[in-house]
Every structure is written in C-alpha cells, then in structure tokens.
C-alpha cells in the first residue's frame, strides 16, 4: 500500500477505495491477521487471508538455551504486549462506534 498510510486502519481505508468491490487478498504476520482481518472486515471489504511469518519450534530444534532469558524474548514479549494493546484500542473504538 502507499507510503503515506501509518497503521493496518489505514491501510483498510486506503485498500477499500482500491478494491473496487473486490476480494482482496490479505498478507500479514500470523500474529497480526486477526486484527487486521477484523479492520478490514469493519470497512467492508472481503478478504481472503494469507498469513505469513510463521514461527514455531519443533521438539529437536529446542536446547536448553531456550530456556534462559535473552534479548529476543524480551522483544518478542514486547511484541506481543503492544499487539494486545493495539488490540484493545480498536476492540473499544468498535464498542464505542457501535453503541
């Protein structure tokens, strides 16, 4: 999408003028497609989900420095706060629009 869009609402805005009525296909993280399906839904346009990024250890890929904290860990939970966070934000602006 265009450069001058800030965020995944946006981007919904943006793509539902470009859709034409259209599906459209949606690429986006795994962990970012619930709520960018449920913003693209809210404006209206039909989707089909293509999610990517998938992340995930099998039994023989875990050692025990798995265990141990590290800076990754510590990015990924912050990823994973804010992406509940954001989450939040646009469940209540939804309540709010809604009511």
């Known amino acids: 999408m265009s450069s001058l869009t800030a965020n995944t609402a946006d981007e919904a805005v943006a793509a539902k003028k470009m859709a034409l009525g259209n599906k459209i296909i949606l690429v986006t ?4 497609m619930p709520r960018a399906q449920r913003l693209f ?3 209206g346009i039909e989707v089909v989900s293509y999610p990517v990024n998938f992340k995930s250890l099998t039994a023989d890929s875990i050692t025990i420095m798995d265990y141990l904290p590290n800076g990754q860990s510590l990015a990924t939970t912050e990823m994973r706060i804010r ?4 989450r939040s934000c646009y469940w209540l602006k939804f309540l709010i629009n809604y009511s």
Not at 29 to 32: A, E, I, K, L, M
Not at 83 to 86: A, G, K, N, S, T
């Open 83 to 86: 992406e509940l966070m954001v």
């Open 29 to 32: 993280s795994t962990f970012h």
């Open 41 to 43: 839904d809210n404006e």
